[in-house]
């Protein structure tokens, strides 16, 4: 009895020990104040954060992003865009033109730590701080920093005066502290590529000249004192006199805080369907008037798909902003370049938007894993702008039976290029912008979709759901994606995680051979020519135009997923990644077959489709 008893002790212990933790985040509160010079495009900034250690471990140093100060010549991002063999057009070597006036820089005046001066250096872009009292696991503590900065030149995302003219786009433009979690501090230099932070709360006051409209991802606090969104409503407005306005917003349990300011401004919003409140900021009086004045009901109507199949949007206000250089995404906001017809603003609108489900609520680390972000937002975004041509929202536009078709195209590119890099790469180190684009955007779009092929519609789309629910203000990884479908699925998933993502294995299956085995039967010989392997759905259509599936669950499933669609399947046997080949037998004689084809639907990202099929030949 006392040996079972110590035994199951030990147990208990070992198990203990190799539990899985709960996954814990950092907590930050940021208060900040800045006093804005627009003519000299710089500001003045104090920043009072309070930082929560809820991590196990003792810090010693703590890192700041100093986005600004990659706007210089020599930095890493300008050395980086001038050596890489293909350059963003947007970047090239603009930044080693800047003159001393058009550069972006961030100098810290002062910071202390629970009142007292810490040292501190900085490194282009990153803050190295080095603390006199470490901070020590559950405890909070307080930095006060004081700060100049001035405004590059619109080069990428940040900056001042874009191509259309738009003064200020406020992104990146804070000394932000930088995250720590299970993986340690993420302190990555800045070279305009991804972005990752620490769950937190904002409140920050903008003083700037009050000829200025300013437009934040945040909920405005005094509306009638700045006269926001009281054009037209004739109300008594409470502003106060001098040359400038104290804009004053705050930000819930967001990771960002972007804003932009100009005086051409014009502000429209509506209540969506979801009760949330949607703000459109553009500058008013050109050609592109009428498109943005027709965006807000299809938004509306974007966002009800939205929450339908990925999850219910958190928070009670959005806006959509003319700035930045092209679209980026932030925490309640997005700034777009807002020169476009109706259907390429909504289309900007959309991805952008959706950044909101797989970046700004669910926050996974961009630079490890861009493709669940990049990628499940582009594969959002064919869904969402397939409903809405197929809704009549967007003129001159059809919807397709699959919209996902040019990322698979896009992708098997990619694949036969000879330049792809696995989607574990970092971010910042592709070779190429090529690789790095279609990997992050394409590939990781082909990863849901070609999902769903593997476990079925029905428990793909529920488990998109519940990934969102689960790990939403949680910072995902690759690993928690792949277990949400293996328990929505009941299926075992590692394996795909492990081909698709950590390497550059294709997927090729071809009809090698297909003859009589006797009168009554037909066999048919599959062959594996790319290196990974895949479950089969194989379709055979008769002379008299009856279909049947034949599916070939693979092994490393342990099962296999349920019927769709179509009246007949059959369950074949198992096979297993190791096997060049794969045969099974029709119970028909071929002179009735007319067709059979591996994976009709084309959800398997097969790089070359030609193979896949045999048809008889009369």
């Known amino acids: ?142 930095f006060d920093m004081v700060w100049d900065a001035q405004v590059p030149l619109q080069i990428r995302r940040s900056g001042r005066d874009n191509r259309e003219g738009v003064r200020f786009s406020m992104t990146q433009w804070y000394p932000k502290l930088c995250e720590y979690d299970y993986q340690g501090w993420h302190a990555n230099p800045y070279i305009a590529r991804e972005f990752y932070g620490v769950w937190g709360d904002f409140d920050v006051k903008i003083t700037i000249d009050r000829t200025y409209l300013v437009a934040a991802g945040a909920y405005l606090q005094n509306p009638q004192e700045v006269g926001f969104g009281y054009e037209t409503a004739g109300t008594a407005l409470k502003i106060p006199s001098g040359d400038k306005l104290t804009w004053h917003f705050t930000a819930p349990n967001v990771h960002d805080f972007a804003w932009t300011a100009d005086p051409d401004y014009t502000h429209n919003s509506i209540k969506a369907d979801d009760g949330s409140v949607m703000h459109f900021v553009w500058q008013k009086g050109n050609k592109y008037d009428e498109a943005w004045e027709k965006l807000p009901p299809i938004m509306n109507r974007a966002r009800s798909i939205m929450n339908e199949h990925f999850g219910k949007y958190p928070y009670r206000e959005y806006y959509f902003i003319q700035g930045g250089d092209g679209g980026m995404e932030y925490p309640l906001a997005t700034l777009v370049t807002g020169n476009r017809g109706l259907n390429s603003l909504v289309g900007v609108a959309v991805h952008e938007q959706l950044h909101s489900w797989y970046q700004m609520v669910l926050g996974s680390n961009e630079s490890l894993y861009a493709w669940m972000d990049e990628g499940f937002t582009s594969y959002a975004e064919d869904l969402v702008m397939n409903e809405l041509a197929r809704e009549g929202l967007l003129p001159g536009r059809n919807p397709v039976e699959n ?103 294709t997927i090729d299956y071809a009809i090698d051979t297909v003859y009589a085995g006797d009168r009554q039967n037909t066999h048919v010989e599959i062959g594996r020519m790319g290196r990974m392997a895949m479950p089969l759905d194989i379709v055979v259509t008769y002379q008299d135009g009856r279909e049947e599936m034949f599916y070939a669950p693979l092994e490393s499933m342990r099962g296999e997923k349920p019927a769709e669609g179509m009246e007949k399947r059959t369950v074949l046997p198992d096979h297993r990644w190791v096997d060049p080949q794969y045969g099974f037998t029709i119970p028909a004689p071929m002179d009735q077959i007319k067709r059979i084809e591996i994976d009709p639907t084309r959800r398997m990202a097969d790089v070359d489709f030609d193979n896949n099929v045999w048809e008889r030949k009369l």
């Not at 100060?69 to 057009?89: E, K, L």
């Not at 779009?445 to 990934?467: C, H, M, P, W």
């Not at 629910?469 to 795909?496: C, M």
């Open 403 to 505: 919209p996902f078709a040019g990322e698979y195209s896009a992708y098997a590119q990619l694949a036969t290029s000879g330049a792809e890099e696995a989607l574990t790469t970092h971010a910042d180190h592709f070779t190429t912008n090529y690789a790095y684009g279609l990997a992050a955007y394409v590939k990781g779009a082909v990863f849901l979709n070609q999902l769903e092929y593997v476990i079925g519609k029905t428990a793909f789309e529920k488990g998109l759901l519940r990934y969102f629910d689960t790990w939403k203000f949680k910072h995902p990884n690759a690993n928690d994606v792949i277990r949400v479908f293996e328990k929505q699925s009941g299926l075992e998933l590692d394996w795909y995680r492990e081909d698709w993502v950590n390497t550059t294995n």
């Open 1 to 142: 009895m006392l040996k079972k008893t110590l035994a199951l002790i030990f147990l208990i212990c070992s198990f203990s020990l190799h539990a899985q933790p709960e996954r814990w985040q950092q907590r930050a509160r940021y208060e900040m104040n800045i006093d804005m010079d627009a003519a000299a495009n710089r500001y003045h900034g104090t920043q009072h954060l309070q930082y929560t250690n809820n991590s196990p471990d003792t810090l010693t140093r703590v890192f700041y992003h100093l986005y600004f100060n990659a706007f210089q010549p020599g930095s890493m991002m300008d050395v980086r865009s001038r050596t890489i063999s293909d350059p963003d057009g947007r970047v090239g070597d603009r930044i080693s033109k800047l003159k001393p006036d058009e550069q972006g820089w961030i100098k810290v005046n002062s910071l202390k730590h629970d009142g007292k001066d810490v040292r501190f250096e900085v490194s282009e872009t990153i803050l190295e701080v080095t603390l006199e009292q470490p901070i020590l696991p559950g405890s909070t503590t307080v």
